[in-house]
């Protein structure tokens, strides 16, 4: 077991049985971050190696997606001395507003919590494009994504993962646990 899934399993955030994701699949494990992210120590640790990673891409700016990604751009963003930004969901798409300037060119580095499907990442792109930054790079504390080559790219740029831990996900129509009617669990995500 590694670090980061050492931090996560210590503060009981990793969960089992049946669980809808954020994403709308659903699946037998939850990464419940809020358990971790919520003491300012564990959240320190979690960041660091992303930190190290990008120290020396020249980003200027640190940005995540309410809720769960603020406190991790914020982190990343105080560890490489630059500032940090996020993005409301808005719809189904990510907006960064709310006074924050993003300039046109400036370098943006994209920061998620859990990657599934790689859904929310494409918007957090989507939203830092349509403010004229530049993504210099995408990272995630837990890759979960499972049966796929460890690489994943958005536009051309790698997703740095600190942790992979490959895990089932279903859409809810091909899900064996609503067949064998275990209760489903709500504990994040859109509503």
């Not at 400036?106 to 989507?126: C, F, N, P, W």
């Not at 089932?168 to 646990?177: G, Q």
Request: overall charge positive.
């Amino acid at each position: 077991m590694d670090r980061v899934e050492r931090i996560f399993r210590q503060g009981g955030a990793v969960l089992e049985g049946h669980f809808l994701l954020t994403s709308g699949r659903h699946s037998p494990v939850y990464w419940e971050k809020m358990r971790v992210l919520q003491q300012p120590r564990l959240t320190t640790r979690l960041c660091r190696p992303i930190t190290y990673h990008f120290r020396d891409q020249g980003v200027e700016v640190v940005v995540g997606p309410t809720l769960g990604g603020v406190p991790l751009a914020f982190e990343v963003a105080r560890q490489l001395g630059v500032r940090s930004a996020y993005a409301d969901r808005e719809g189904e798409e990510r907006t960064i507003r709310g006074g924050q300037l993003l300039a046109p060119g400036e370098k943006a580095l994209i920061i998620d919590d859990i990657l599934t499907t790689g859904g929310s990442l494409r918007h957090m792109v989507d939203a830092v494009e349509k403010v004229g930054a530049r993504v210099v790079g995408i990272a995630v504390i837990v890759d979960r994504r499972l049966g796929v080559d460890t690489q994943f790219t958005l536009g051309g740029t790698p997703v740095f993962a600190t942790h992979r831990s490959p895990a089932p996900s279903y859409p809810p129509e091909k899900c064996p646990l609503c067949k064998a009617s275990v209760p489903l669990e709500k504990l994040g995500g859109k509503k």
